[in-house]
């Protein structure tokens, strides 16, 4: 008994929302997005940028690795062992 009450209660609400939807409606309400409409953009979204984060991610491992080996090359310049040894002239004293 309760469940044919509540359908009837539902019927003027089910009865205005098809009037409601004969009449034209107005071009300037948005419209309404389906779910479909809005996965699809986000996929191609996530597809997108999959590429520019993996060739980000290899670029910061090899740009680390040329600063390894930058820094070590460097020092192994600037080693005290390489370096020519230089002679200075006494000075002459007065």
Do not use: Y
């Amino acid at each position: 008994m309760a469940r044919f009450v509540k359908s009837l209660d539902q019927l003027p609400v089910v009865a205005m929302r098809r009037k409601l939807s004969m009449q034209p409606t107005s071009t300037t309400e948005p419209l309404a997005k389906s779910p479909e409409r809005i996965a699809f953009p986000q996929d191609w979204l996530v597809s997108l940028a999959t590429a520019p984060l993996l060739i980000a991610a290899l670029g910061t491992r090899t740009l680390h690795d040329l600063m390894l080996n930058l820094s070590t090359n460097s020092e192994e310049i600037l080693r005290g062992d390489r370096l020519p040894i230089l002679h200075f002239p006494e000075s002459d004293k007065k």
